[in-house]
């Protein structure tokens, strides 16, 4: 019995000793991948470094890339597009103005009554229309005749409080945010479609005439007064409601910056200089590219599985289109490399896109003592579930490095145009001038820590002198209103405004 009773235990002991050591084994392991998962973050966000020295650099690429785009035509990969917007509004405008926006599947039809210096806008009204996808993929004279019918029924439902002037032609001001080459203010030839459309037939088109046309089809008396993008739109809005707007950036889903310039700093323009001696310049920043600029392994695999290989990086880095992507892409290595969130790779972290910069940024934003929203944006949209408190802090803080990179690098490119026009320092002995940036997108609307980041930034390049002349202000749907303001101030009828005024 003894005997028994020595083995029994002997065997006892073995056994403890043996699951002892299969937990050890385990935490072994389990230690093992999480700091093999640490470092990958640590990496990552190494060579995500912005540092001001580092930003200090992208700004003057940037600089120089505006310079060699003003230029010549091909100069750089900044198109710096002229716009032949050289009268932004002053707030002295009168009358009835209209706005079409076209840049996606659904289109705005908006007006104004625009009342001068005092009364500034009146009124507004618009409405918004989805279009029907067979009209993306199907002929110009369809598109835009289902375009100008529901103009006409917008036109119609024109109330009393609008007021046109007697002798005076609707005005229109065009947003269209598609490739175009501009030839005036009021003409445009459409280099190619995006965002879904695909007109053949209206490729090649001057996108102001083809909308005329079928205005004149469906009966509506209106004139193209001005076709512009929606960062112009941005821009010429926020100058409106402030004389000190000098630039105007989309942080949106994509992301673009126009800006004024000094028409005798266009090498370029071989036309008259414009009276007001000033132009609008459409950047195209989206298509920055240096090599200052902190890419990862994951840039690279997105930029590759991109339909625009090697086009618009910079835009890939700091817009709302990829800012997520970027992270469910570290997320998969973690995963496939160190387990991250257990033996099994969730199916659902290989798919490009899942993870939206919305979710991305509900998470960042999560302040709950166990980060609740975290675990529940990883089981709602990744299926993962069961996740740690620290694995969930860990998703925050890769949130937080590349919404960090993308605010930075903004920042540095806003710096950037405020070099480019002697904005960036405090002159001695001159009068102190404000510097306005109009801001507009979702990103920098909703994103409050990528926003605040930014604005921290450059405040950062500027110094603390500098810095206290620059404003960034955000203009909401300035594109939209914008577009009619661009309408009054190219209007055919500036000798008409006195007379409105006084009626």
């Not at 996606?104 to 625009?114: D, H």
């Not at 009146?122 to 067979?134: A, M, N, W």
């Not at 392994?297 to 618009?312: A, I, R």
């Not at 798919?351 to 990883?378: C, N, Q, W, Y």
Request: overall charge negative.
């Amino acid at each position: 019995m003894g005997k028994v009773a020595v083995g029994a235990t002997v065997i006892c002991a073995a056994t403890v000793c043996a699951v002892a050591a299969l937990i050890v084994r385990h935490r072994m392991k389990s230690s093992g991948r999480w700091a093999r998962a640490m470092a990958i973050l640590r990496e990552f966000e190494d060579k995500c470094g912005t540092s001001l020295g580092k930003l200090r650099q992208v700004a003057d690429a940037m600089t120089v890339e505006m310079h060699a785009g003003l230029a010549s035509e091909g100069g750089s990969k900044l198109k710096m597009l002229i716009s032949f917007v050289d009268n932004l509004p002053t707030g002295d405008e009168h009358g009835l103005f209209y706005a079409l926006d076209l840049g996606g599947t659904n289109f705005r039809v908006l007006r104004v009554q625009l009342g001068g210096r005092e009364r500034r806008v009146v009124k507004q009204e618009f409405t918004e229309v989805s279009i029907p996808q067979p009209l993306m993929v199907g002929s110009s004279d369809d598109l835009f005749d289902f375009i100008a019918a529901e103009l006409a029924k917008f036109v119609a439902t024109e109330g009393e409080e609008f007021h046109l002037a007697p002798g005076r032609q609707r005005e229109l001001g065009f947003t269209f945010s598609f490739p175009v080459k501009q030839a005036s203010i009021a003409s445009g030839t459409l280099l190619n479609w995006t965002k879904g459309f695909s007109i053949d037939d209206a490729v090649g088109q001057d996108v102001v005439a083809e909308l005329t046309k079928a205005m004149e089809r469906k009966g509506v008396d209106m004139r193209v007064a001005a076709l512009v993008n929606d960062t112009i739109g941005t821009l010429a809005g926020g100058r409106y409601f402030n004389n000190d707007v000098v630039a105007a950036v989309i942080l949106g889903t994509g992301t673009n910056a126009a800006y004024v310039e000094r028409a005798h700093a266009i090498p370029k323009w071989h036309g008259l200089l414009p009276k007001s001696g000033e132009m609008v310049i459409n950047m195209e920043w989206g298509n920055f590219r240096s090599s200052h600029l902190p890419l990862t392994e994951y840039d690279h695999s997105l930029d590759l599985e991109s339909l625009n290989v090697g086009d618009q990086i910079f835009e890939k880095i700091i817009s709302g289109m990829y800012l997520g992507d970027i992270v469910r892409r570290v997320l998969l290595k973690m995963a496939e490399e160190a387990a991250f969130f257990g033996d099994v790779v969730p199916a659902k972290l290989r798919v490009p896109f899942i993870l939206r910069t919305p979710e991305m940024s509900v998470m960042h934003h999560d302040t709950s003592s166990d980060l609740r929203v975290v675990g529940a944006k990883l089981k709602d949209i990744l299926g993962i579930t069961n996740t740690s408190l620290k694995t969930r802090r860990a998703v925050v803080e890769l949130c937080n490095i590349v919404s960090t990179r993308g605010a930075r690098l903004s920042a540095a490119g806003i710096y950037g145009i405020l070099k480019k026009l002697g904005r960036d320092v405090v002159k001695e002995g001159e009068k102190q001038q404000k510097t306005v940036i109009a801001m507009d997108g979702g990103l920098f609307e909703h994103y409050k820590k990528f926003s605040q980041c930014l604005e921290d930034s450059l405040k950062e390049l500027l110094g603390d002198e500098a810095a206290d002349n620059v404003i960034v202000e955000h203009a909401n749907d300035g594109s939209g209103i914008g577009a009619a303001l661009l309408a009054a101030s190219h209007s055919q009828y500036p000798e008409l405004e006195d007379a409105v005024q006084e009626s």
